[in-house]
Structures are given as C-alpha cells and as structure tokens.
C-alpha cells in the first residue's frame, strides 16, 4: 500500500505516548517539550520509512528558510512577487508528485533511500524492509507550510526559530492524515508551562474512542461500498447504485473524520486543543454549511489564503472568490480534469446558494420538513460528486449512466 | 468537541469532576476489563497449514501468514525435541517428491537418547534473518533440545532484504527484551506499535493474542455487506502506481541494485543477489546473525548453524565461487568466537561436501537425500559431543 495505513501509524503514536506525555509534562523547559515532540514526530515518520523522515526533514528545513525570505523586504509595495514565489517554490513537491506520480514515486522511494543510505548504510537496510511509500502526509504538510509562510509575512507571527519550526513540523498527532494545523493552534503552548490537565487527558482519550469506533466500526462495517466504484466486477440496479452511494458516503466520512478525531484527541492529551476537522456535515442544509463543516482545516486555509484576499467579503468578486477556493480546495486532492469539475460543481453549488438566499431569504426558523427537504437535497448533490473523487475522466459517463 | 459535552453533561447531571484519581480509576477498570475479557472469552487457537507434507515425527509449526503469534510450537512431550529453523531452501521439490530436508534429516536420527525424534519446523517461504531471528524467538520458548537453524547463502548477508514478513514482530519483541545486546535489531525493525499489542496480548491472550482469527471471523461476517452483485467481468488494467504497490520491497530494490534483461533465468538473478550481498556487508545482518548466536547461547540449548549449499553447476562458475569464498570468509569474521562445545557452526557451508543434486534455481534442490545425509552426519556428530546418544542408523 502506497499511501501507508493509519492503523499503524496511530498504534505507534498511542504506545508512544504512554512515554511520551509524562516527559512531556515532567520537563520545566520549553525548549526541551518542543524538542520531544520534534523527536516524536519524527520517530513515527522513520518506523512508516526512514526515507520519509529524510525528506521531511529536508522539506521543513527548506520550509524554515523560505519564511526567513518571506520578512525580507516586506514593506515594498512588490513584495507579493517574492511572496507568491516563495508560495510556489513550497508547491513545486507537491505538483510534481501529482503532475507526474508514477515518475516521481519512483524516484522519491529511490531518490531519498539512496540519501538514506548515504548516511548510514545500517538505516538503509532497515530502509529497504519498508514498504515503498508515496511522498505520505505532504500533501497537508504544503497547506501548512503556505499557511505559516503567508502568516510569517504578514506579521500574524514572527518568523519560526527552529526548534519551533521542527516542532510545528514535525507535531505528531498531524503527520499522516491531518487535519491541515495552522501554527497559530500550536503556537502559545509550545512555549507556555505544560501542566498536566486530567480533564484534557480523558477528553482526548474519548476523543479518540469516538474516531476508533467510526474508523473500526463504523467504516469498517461500510467498507465493501468502496467497490461500488468498481464498475467492471459490480452491477445492480439504479435503487442499488444510490443506496451503495449512500454508504460510500458514511464510509468516507466515518473514516475520514475518524483518523480526524484520533488525531485531535491524541493532540489534546499533550493539552494542544486543535480545532475541529468535521462537524456533522451530512447534516447540513446549505452548501456553506456543508464546506464550512466537512474537512474544515483545508476550508478554514483555503478562507483565509485564498477567499478573503480574492475579495469574497466584497459582492462584486465574491462569486470569483468561490470559484478560486473551490479550485484550491478540490486541487488539493489530486491535480485530475474530474477534479477540475469537483471544483467548478461545487462552486456552482455555493454560488447558486448564494445567489438565491440573497434574493429569498431563508426565515431564521424553518420547519422541520423544509430543513429535511433542503438536507436532503444537499446530500444528493454531494453524493453525486463524490464519482468526481474516485473515477477517472473516461469511466464517468458508465458510472453516472448506472444511477438512472 | 463531543467529549467535551459529554464530560460537560456528566458533570452537570451526576456531579462527575475529572481528577487525577478518576484517571487512574478509569485506567484501572479499563485493564481489568481487558484481563477479565481474555480469561472469559474462550481462545481461538490458529491452525496451521502443513498437512501436505507434514508426518508423525515433523510437521511446520508456522501459522497462517499474518497471524501475529507466528508459530505454534507443539507441547513439550517425551520425544527429544528439534527446533528447525529456516525458509524455502529447506525444502526439496522434485518431479516426484517433495519433502522437508529436516524431515528426512529426522527420519535418519532415529531416536536420541532412546527417545523418539520431533521436529518443529520454523518454516516460512521467503524467510529473511530477521525473520529467523523471531523465529528462534518462538522456537526457544518451547525450549526445544536442540535447534537447527539453516542460514540461506543469498541472504543471510544481504542488506537488501533483512527482513520480509513484519507480522511476526510480536514473537521478535518478546525475544528482545534481555539482554541489551538484543535491542540494536529490535530498536531497527520493531516498532512500538508491535510492543503494544505485545503487552496487550500478553494481559489479554484470548482477546487480543487471538485478534488474527477474530479479525478473519468478522472479515468473512461483514464482507457481504452491499447492494450490488459481484459480477465476473474483467478487471480494469493495474495502473502503473498500483503495480508498484503490488510490488514486494525486495522486487523493487533488487530491480534497481540488479537490473537484469526480462529473460534472465532465476539462478543468474540469484547470483545478482549474491553479488549484492558482498557489495552490501552489511553490519545490521552481521548484528543479527550473532544475536541468533547469542540467543541459543543464552537459552542454553545445543545448536547447529549450516549455510545450505548453492546449485554444484552455479558453483562451477569462477564469480559464483569468488562470491561463496567471500561469503565464508565474512561469516567466518562475523562469528568468530560465538561458537563453543554446544553450539557448531562452519562458515565453510555444506557446499563441498553434499554429493551434486539437482536444483530448480541457485538454491531450491529438488532432491534433499544428499544434504540430508551431510546433515544427519553433523547432528549425530554434535549431539555425541554434548553427551546424547542419538541412533544414527535408521534409513
């Protein structure tokens, strides 16, 4: 598997914090709480590849550089070139990989193992036992690294000192499957007295159960609906076709939000209270609602480093606004025409919602028929992009024919 | 956040205040649920897969692949008892016959101190050393009396594949916890996610040790769960990122360290691997292989370590036998003083002493008799030495 499992990934980090959270606690210097949790983070990257590591560690170091540029010459009026380039330079892993993923998987397994190697032929070895690995995490490790780049410029933080910046990149509970933390989330208790809180303890460990019951249970349970995808080896009928949409749906959200969750929890142990990534989306009636409550760490950075500054708060480009931030955020999954059309169908969504509301608008207290009606046809309108996220441009047509 | 409200909710209904001491409560139940749990639920024992070729002296104790308890060593009984560890060159394959060599090896001991022979085979296809290594973690546990541990001459030096099967880490953690020698190969590949199911397998065996045939019993309940047919239609091509995830670490990194035209033979493939493994001399396997040494030492069980020999006519070729010169020479070096009156092992290999076979490829022979014979040889040798008395004579 590619794309590494959680599963492992969130075992380690749960055994690992039998030893880590005293330490945590139990030491009286910042410095040093910044420096285990670097530690740890990078550990969990070494037992997913030694190579991962390495290249996080190159990406964090270059990322720790890059904002040291973005405060250079901030108050000329041409500063955005520098800062748009610098913007660019953090993507350029991240499209290449999903410009041209079979090349560059290839040379990121060969490439970084070989640099592995080069250091400590003993760590190749171990190396070479592991699977062979997409660039794993990176893409929420580029929204990071853009969002404390843009923060770093404009003045919301000062620039990161290193250890700092390896905590923030390296902060444990994120590394794998998100959410999309800002630096501002970690930022004062990075530097603050940790002091061991129980409520904060058995927060995060329900918190945790709640994401292993949706992950192992629930997710679990629905995990044959990924087949419905599978055009070749599953047939039914257009009533079969919704239905096994419908679970696909719960899958997806159940296991997405569920890693979310353990992550959070995980985080809120060390006493870091990350913001939440879900929040009952299906159970929205409006696609703002929706997107300001499904994946929302990626929805709060596309808000604020592409919606505000593209004018969304301001009618004239408002609808331009959310056509960018949609792009960005559908973009993020995969650089694919079918998510070209993920981006431009929501847009159409949020801008069409927007441009009725402001012509009808909706009483503040609606009945509970109207609110199921409007959550129901906003959930069959999702449904109905989610083939965009999983199919390829050419079996489109066959899937959508399928569902009537 | 939920639990936050629920925390709220508990509070405000039942009085219910977070403290120290409520967490230590919470922990404890939680641990005693778990005990309670592994004694109430009744064990699933794993089955294992050798009925083929399994007889009434020796059969393969190794349980399905990922089951994480590994091996299921048979109970100590009257019988003097082999641990036989080793991969796919343990196996004869011919036309006609196929055996294990430690079986036909067991057949010829006959009887060991009046008492009849058992063997336990640690067999797994593709076995690496640090697979060995759990192996004989397992093995040593059910304090075999003597141990046999076959070193494979294209990898037991190899840094391209130390390690292949990661399910049976659990059977190397309990092996590493002492002495602190043991914990630069356990610190390399184990991880602490493999600890912890350890421990929690340990407080919980039904529950948790069993969870490879839970998991397969609920897998096999809730795979039906749709509303779509299975049709048989064609399966569409595998991309090229999905081959690459079909791929086993060892293929891709041989590949790339070795590349060879698409109609090269195994052997010559196989003698890539070996020239690898001089390239590599890696100190991680060196590590490993005296860490077996040590293991056995530190059991005190009698063992015989043998590297198997390759195919006669490969050998013949002056860069096979520069590779096996080189190989002798680097095992003789890394084992220098880990052998004594119990433990024997010679880096020279079996390979100028078996009479020729036949051979699939550079190291699968097809008929096992003639290493068997070398090997019973040695056996009968090594026990005599170390005071049993082993009935050599059977067939």
């Known amino acids: ?404 | 956040m939920l639990a936050d409200r629920f925390l709220d909710t508990l509070r405000d209904r039942f009085g219910f205040v977070v403290t120290r001491w409520a967490i230590v409560r919470i922990a404890a139940f939680a641990v005693l649920t778990l005990v309670v749990a592994g004694i109430v639920v009744e064990p699933r024992p794993g089955e294992r897969d050798d009925a083929a070729l399994a007889t009434s002296q020796t059969r393969n104790v190794a349980l399905p692949f990922g089951d994480p308890r590994g091996f299921d060593p048979t109970a100590k009984g009257d019988h003097f008892t082999i641990a036989w560890i080793g991969g796919s060159e343990t196996m004869a394959v011919g036309p006609r016959t196929r055996a294990y060599i430690a079986g036909l090896v067991t057949e010829r001991l006959g009887t060991v101190d009046g008492r009849p022979v058992s063997t336990d085979l640690y067999y797994l296809d593709a076995i690496r050393l640090v697979d060995e290594v759990a192996a004989l973690s397992s093995a040593l546990s059910s304090k075999p009396d003597l141990v046999v541990i076959s070193l494979n001459p294209v990898w037991v030096l190899n840094d391209l594949a130390l390690q292949q099967w990661g399910y049976l880490d659990g059977a190397l953690a309990r092996g590493s916890v002492w002495p602190p020698s043991r914990w630069a190969v356990a610190a390399s590949v184990l991880s602490p996610g493999d600890v912890g199911w350890r421990v929690l397998a340990a407080a919980s065996p039904s529950l948790v040790g069993d969870r490879f045939v839970w998991g397969l019993d609920a897998s096999e309940t809730t795979a039906g769960l749709s509303f779509l047919d299975v049709v048989a239609g064609e399966k569409p091509p595998t991309t090229e990122l999905g081959a690459l995830a079909a791929r086993r670490p060892v293929d891709f990194w041989f590949s790339r360290f070795t590349p060879s035209n698409p109609g090269t033979d195994l052997a010559e493939k196989q003698l890539g691997i070996l020239e690898r493994q001089m390239a590599s001399r890696s100190s991680i396997n060196a590590v490993a292989v005296r860490q077996m040494f040590e293991m056995v030492r530190t059991a005190g069980a009698d063992a015989y370590f043998y590297v198997h020999p390759i195919d006669p006519t490969v050998y013949a070729q002056p860069d096979a036998r520069r590779y096996i010169a080189e190989l002798r020479a680097e095992l003789a070096r890394v084992t220098a003083g880990q052998t004594s009156g119990t433990i024997a092992f010679d880096p020279q290999g079996l390979q100028d002493r078996v009479a020729p076979s036949e051979y699939r490829d550079i190291v699968h022979v097809r008929d096992g008799r003639n290493e068997a014979a070398v090997l019973t040889t040695d056996l009968c040798a090594l026990l005599r030495s170390t005071g049993h008395r082993p009935d050599c004579e059977a067939p």
């Open chain 1, 1 to 404: 598997m590619l794309d590494g499992d959680p599963f492992h990934y969130f075992s380690d980090l749960l055994v690992l914090m039998v030893v880590v959270v005293p330490v945590y606690f139990l030491l009286p210097w910042a410095p040093a709480r910044q420096l285990v949790l670097c530690l740890t983070g990078a550990y969990l990257l070494f037992l997913i590849a030694p190579r991962l590591l390495a290249f996080y560690v190159v990406f964090w170091l270059v990322v720790y550089l890059l904002q040291l540029a973005a405060t250079l010459w901030r108050d000329r009026p041409s500063s955005w070139v520098l800062t748009t380039l610098l913007v660019l330079l953090t993507l350029t892993p991240l499209v290449v990989w999903k410009l041209r993923p079979e090349w560059s998987v290839v040379e990121f397994n060969v490439g970084m193992n070989g640099f592995v190697d080069w250091l400590s032929p003993w760590t190749g070895a171990i190396d070479r036992v592991r699977d062979l690995i997409l660039p794993i995490g990176l893409s929420f490790a580029t929204f990071r690294a853009i969002d404390q780049i843009v923060k770093v410029r404009l003045e919301i933080v000062p620039a990161l000192r290193p250890l700092h910046q390896l905590a923030y990149g390296f902060f444990p509970t994120v590394l794998v499957i998100g959410p999309v933390i800002e630096y501002t989330e970690v930022s004062d208790r990075l530097d603050e007295t940790a002091r061991w809180d129980p409520r904060d303890t058995l927060s995060g460990v329900l918190t945790i159960g709640i994401g292993a019951i949706k992950v192992f249970v629930l997710a679990y349970l629905l995990r044959g609906s990924q087949d419905v995808f599978a055009l070749s080896t599953r047939s039914g009928s257009p009533a079969d076709y919704w239905l096994e949409l419908v679970m696909f749906a719960f899958y997806f959200y159940f296991n997405f939000s569920g890693f979310s969750d353990m992550a959070i929890g995980s985080a809120r142990i060390l006493g870091f209270r990350l913001a939440p990534n879900f929040n009952n989306p299906y159970l929205k009636t409006n696609p703002q609602a929706f997107w300001n409550s499904w994946h929302m760490s990626v929805t709060r950075f596309a808000q604020r480093n592409v919606f505000v500054p593209m004018g969304g708060m301001r009618a004239r480009t408002q609808y331009v606004a959310i056509i960018a931030t949609m792009m960005v955020i559908a973009l993020w999954h995969d650089l694919t025409i079918p998510l070209v059309i993920f981006g431009l169908y929501h847009s159409a969504g949020l801008i069409g919602h927007r441009w009725w509301v402001t012509r009808h608008p909706v009483p503040e207290h609606r009945g509970l028929v109207r609110r199921a009606g409007a959550n129901v046809l906003l959930f069959v309108y999702y449904l109905l992009s989610l083939p965009l996220l999983m199919l390829d441009l050419g079996a489109l047509p066959e899937f959508y024919g399928r569902l009537w």
